[in-house]
């Protein structure tokens, strides 16, 4: 019950099943006065809708957005925000033969133990198309962020066993992400590694099989303590958001599970003054101290699992019988996620950031324009 | 603000700084009828009590629990239970010269950021010692679990770089971990490796620096179709609860970052029903699909950074000078985090399930009593 | 900021402007199974809609309500369900001169000084249409609570000073009732009093002014020990529902107001023991005691104050010059609101009581269907 | 289930039982730097204690607060405020022969019947002992609010059928009320019929009866716009606020159930320009408009039932037999509430404005300390 709602100051609550008649989010806390318009969501939508390359799934649709509240004359104004999307391009029949066969690696068995019942049309509200809601609101929140100097940018860091070279985090870095990072169809911003990247992907597709990457997430601009201990820390709520992310299986913040290999001297950024700023001049800490910012670039990153909808034959049981039966899945899937999961790792970003700094006064709550 | 409240259905609230006048934690949601008495909850506060061993910090407190309501006549009332623990072995004056000085890897210099002002005592209420609370709510947690029949356990896998030896997760191995996680100082289960562990935990603290591991995390016996989609999933709350805990700098679910390497043919768990019962042969899934337990055992792991305290002389800054210095930390701490963080991860893990048990119905949110 | 949301374990948020692009609700928490169709919404949405007599706006909406997610094959899935009414008879123009000049009684004063501006449009946000969200979720609520055999009422029981005849609350009482209410325009069951309401509704349309009333709620076959001690006590969450209508000012339980006269020795309800049942003889405590519902019948009454919108000439201000000057207000609206109150209250009733059914476990909260 | 905390973004949880080892609360959301100390709480809870007048149980506690965390030389950190007064004069012989038989008028056979088990000693956590975490969290409340400007004062304005004569509200007529209110044991500012209202307590003690009242709160200087619309409204947070407390059968603001028989063009207050600020001429929306505060004086009323517990013989039942039986309630009660719920009523006022206060930003989150 009621888990469908996310944040606390700024709250979005989606909606919506892969194919019923549509989906959508209604965001509940964005303060009045913020330009808004669709096609600064579109803009977002389309960097995660399906059939933008030959490593996504063809399933063809606009995803066109329409905002039918909230916004008056161009601009929020500080009530809910409804957006929607309708679903057009809907096949159910493909889904007919998983109805009492729950697919490896998919919610369908625990959804059916829950709930005693399912929506088993492309695994209903399980889908990954049930982040088009994330993904507009994480519009909106990043548009609020940028009007307190907040940039976030995420990127495909490793594919298939590829990874990409490491990069120092700073401003100039960031940039060159941002500028690479659409360049092509694996969003990784190492030119050179996305070649191997996508060779490992039409292979996978070739075999009818699938592969996983680790998805990175920085930004810079967030204003240091921001968090609210002890259980509701930045590093905490973040590790939620993104762990709500379906084939996501880990989750890590600046050093993360190398830092279990670090001794505390090397572990620790000692504290420097640079032009009047505290900095520090390492970043093992992936800018949260004590569950609150530091004010160094916040770095993140995304274990995203091998996509579980494969075409190769798998073991599976008819929950009806309860016997045991082959399962050859249909229907259309991507070979692998992590490209098209940047932009709902950055929509996720901005929805824990657009929440702490609305909720810690460093965004007011009622409205952005002057009394 | 607000941030010290965890849960939904079954909800803690913990209170209290290093060298205050106490620490405690209220808890709300507990059904009535659950036997509880103090030597309950002292027992697994011994378990996180510093001064237990050479590599824990020698402060001497035997943090006493006293339970002050919500329990009549031995069993709990469905009221809140508040509990708490008096600090004894209080020595603030160990903390003047860090008062205006950040500590690196500590919460010192985003506090300072956030209130303006700071309990610098020991680190305040950003200290270890906050875990009181959670280990003495997750006392009552796995107590009403029991009933149900979830069992957790944590133990040690990794430390200062040495590795315990991979088990297949099943029920007998768990009970051999619970049989030897508390046989050495280090508890990892693995006793030849613990030794191992202990070795590099004397070196780094004798040389003044601290090293970082990885704690494991194990329950058996939940039910298949817990947790509530999309955004309190299992994983995702289980995510947030353990990087709550200060030093953890990430968690992985079953197969975790190694997922990101795998095939889908390979990560998959294939479904089979044995003895009447659904299971899946591999648990890289880690007992979660789909944000929903599986009903295989969950597995969970949390990367630990080394203790952020260290006798070396770090680079640091004086706050009101703005201008960088040397700081030297005096005062009591581990050379290493993870062997008292076993006691807090097995609390942790025991609130999110019982939450989650009690918001699902498979525990009744009133009373555990017949009618 | 986030205060469109109502409830704990069935949560809805509503969203929508009176005249923007559409109105609508997601509700949270539905248990799957539930059977529910547009028809069971709509037939609800008929009884608050305007233009329904001389009595109410002759606004021309037909209110049409489209479930768009979280029912497959006419049940319920347990996933959020979205739905929601475009608006069609939308005339801005008739707002023009209230844009600067906040109309007595109404909520223009106190958004704009909230948000900076806001959506003058008919009100807005906060126009009596945002109750469409409301009655849309209370439709889906009371077929929930009728699944566990739990009935509501709503009806006038005071109009422009004429009261009905008191009637002692019991079952047959409660029929009668049903069968009278939607037989008159002004919705009271005591018919006489019901021909003495609508004469005063029609005097005050003709001088351009309005009138105010009483609404009254009774709810039988509500399981003894409902309600959450000490804030989330079952009165406590119907006093915030019923407040949360525009127009109610007051809201009573049982005795109400008059408990104040009362002594103890009169008000206290003596238990007895019929049929093997606990019952009061009485019943002034209005169903809730310490919180708690008794299992007698829940009795709330609430004060509505005459419409705001009123033809003759007021005193108001122009925010922008901050002088004072006359308003007359143009526009379409209602002489009284209790008659379309009705199904709000009945709506709201159900949101607290479904809610606090499926907290207190007495509804699943996942699923109707039996394993 | 975790009904124990109250408010959003300034919150509290209040725990312990009328006979058990201690009572407290856990205030979480005060902003660092205020200034607190015991004096200040118990200057509040010595006006809530029993035992200060012939009308007031003679139950002798001294009540004695402690303040175990938060505050650090003398003020707020910003972390949670745990409080707790030990009860002493605890006598649960008194309540033997109520274990089975349920006191008409109390929470006995609910709370039964929710937990299947309960602490009758004193009613347990139904007990007005409850208060006391509510009184002490409302004494920080206040100051918080006093640096805002915002007063609040409580007084009672009826009580067993007499009623103080009407005030016009204004900040002359709120000094009166506090020079006043506590010059007589029954807390009436109209000191006339404060001597009848004795009277009539008096003669009430003597029949072992009890009386009810009315007690009013008026709350100055808060800004207009505060409030979250559209279920958070602040009239709707008011009202389950005073709901919540025990006794309280009815709330209602401004004009309130009179509302009900005045006409648009009386009720609506037309607005004025004085001295450069918005006002209106009459105050009949007692401050709140469309759920928003409109910079006039806050007014609420709320009824109180006469005092459950009566010398006189009642009826009740034996629930373990299921026959019906009478009951002489032993123990010490108060002949009325009225006089000692003044404190309660401004506290939970002050809770609600803290609350709002903060979430809308009015107050910073973080601190009150200047950067």
């Known amino acids: 019950m009621t888990g469908n709602t996310f944040g606390h100051s700024f709250r979005i609550t ?10 959508g989010v209604v965001i509940d806390g964005t303060p009045a006065g913020l330009p808004i318009d669709e096609e ?15 490593i996504s799934t063809p399933r063809s649709e606009a995803d066109h957005v329409e905002i039918l509240s909230g916004v008056f004359e161009g601009r929020s104004t500080g009530t809910p925000i409804s957006m929607l999307v309708y679903n057009k ?11 009492d066969t729950p697919r490896p690696g998919h919610a369908d068995y625990p959804y059916k133990m829950k709930y005693g019942m399912r929506d088993h049309r492309g695994g209903g ?4 198309r049930e982040t088009i809601g994330r993904v507009a609101a994480g519009a909106v929140a990043r548009k609020l962020l940028r009007t307190a100097g907040i940039e976030i940018v995420s990127h495909v860091i490793e594919l298939g066993g590829v990874r990409a070279k490491d990069m120092n985090m700073d401003l100039d870095t960031m940039r060159t992400i941002q500028d690479n990072v659409d360049k092509t169809i694996v969003r990784c911003a190492d030119l050179n590694a996305a070649e191997e990247m996508i060779a490992q992907a039409d292979a996978a597709r070739q075999e009818g099989d699938s592969i996983g990457g680790i998805v990175e997430t920085i930004v810079v601009g967030v204003p240091a303590g921001l968090g609210e201990p002890v259980f509701d820390k930045l590093d905490a ?12 299986k880990g989750v890590e913040i600046g050093a993360g599970f190398k830092a279990a290999e670090l001794k505390g001297s090397h572990m620790n950024d000692g504290f420097a003054v640079e032009n009047g ?6 970043n093992n800490a992936g800018g949260i101290l004590g569950g ?17 909808s494969i075409s190769i034959t798998q073991r599976s049981m008819d929950m009806k019988q309860m016997s045991e039966q082959d399962i050859n899945i249909q229907g259309r899937h991507d070979p692998t996620i992590p490209p098209r999961m940047v932009p709902v790792a950055e929509a996720m970003m901005a929805l824990v950031l657009a929440d ?12 952005l324009l002057k009394g």
């Open 292 to 308: 609150l910012s530091s004010g160094m670039p916040i770095i993140c990153r995304c274990a995203v699992k091998p996509t579980p």
């Open 40 to 54: 600064d969501i579109q803009h977002d939508l389309n960097r995660r809708r399906p059939g933008q390359s030959r």
């Open 237 to 248: 709520d973040i590790a939620k958001a993104m762990m709500s992310i379906g084939a996501v």
């Open 356 to 367: 702490h700094m609305i909720r810690s006064g460093h965004i007011g709550p009622n409205t």
């Open 125 to 128: 509200r399980s889908s990954a």
């Open 89 to 99: 391009d809907t096949d159910p029949s493909a889904y007919d033969n998983i109805k």
């Open 14 to 23: 989606t909606w919506g099943e892969s194919h019923g008649r549509a989906l």
């Open 277 to 282: 700023t505290v900095v520090t001049r390492t």
